[in-house]
């Protein structure tokens, strides 16, 4: 149905930067806001940053200054452009997706990339 690939995790050493991406496809008629969510073990999952349709952005405290969301919506993409990275950035992060079906609206997950700082 409607189907978020995320991707550019990985090991990187503390003040490193990664890449994110997420791309939707599937059922989408349109698509409105869009984040970045991450987790770890015996925590909850976590706003990192969203951004709306129009490009109107929001981030936690914890990464204003370092982390960047930006969007594609001609490719149905949303990027995470993380910089200065720190050992407690390591997390699952997981993108998520409002979607218009055509005949409503829901939200989408996707299945999460691994980022780890170490070293």
């Known amino acids: 149905q409607v189907l978020l690939v995320e991707s550019g995790g990985g090991l990187v050493q503390p003040g490193g930067s990664l890449r994110l991406s997420c791309a939707a496809s599937?059922?989408?008629?349109?698509?409105?806001?869009m984040g970045w969510f991450r987790q770890n073990p015996g925590k909850e999952r976590e706003l990192v940053a969203a951004?709306?349709?129009?490009?109107?952005?929001n981030y936690a405290d914890a990464v204003k200054g370092r982390f960047t969301i930006s969007r594609d919506n001609a490719k149905n993409t949303v990027y995470l452009q993380m910089n200065s990275l720190k050992p407690e950035d390591t997390a699952v992060y997981y993108c998520?997706?409002?979607?218009?079906?055509?005949?409503?609206?829901?939200?989408?997950w996707g299945q999460g990339t691994q980022v780890t700082v170490s070293s």
């Open positions: 998520n997706a409002r979607v218009y079906s055509g005949i409503g609206y829901n939200y989408y």
């Open positions: 951004i709306t349709s129009f490009g109107s952005t």
């Open positions: 599937g059922s989408i008629f349109s698509i409105g806001a």
